[in-house]
């Protein structure tokens, strides 16, 4: 499955290698959920600049919404520089843990080593 992700993810423009953590978010316009995951990761972008979202109309892309088996909006997946498949979050996740799978593979700016510097 990572493999067809990928390709899948490349096909809509998807560009991992610019930021250290993409986000792919599977969307719909009426979707509520949607609309405030969005706005949470716009606030995470703020302080994390090593990450990138991008935001799918579902409803534009029903191929790659069947290649990649999403079933409900949002979905998310979570790739690295390489465009390795990090993960996916289906359906809305709470800001704490949108936060928490963010700073889990990017880590704070100014920290090394899990420390601030």
Known sequence: MERIATAVLEALGVRPEDADLTVVQFSTAFCGPCRATRARLRQLHVTRPGLACVEVDAESHLDAV???DVRRTPTLFW???????????????????????????????????????
């Open 79 to 117: 790739l690295d520089r390489t465009g390795r498949l990090l993960g996916r979050s289906d359906g809305a996740p709470r800001p704490a843990e949108l936060t928490a799978l963010v700073a889990a593979h990017l880590p704070a700016p100014g920290a090394r080593g899990g420390r601030e510097v």
């Open 66 to 68: 069947r290649a990649l």
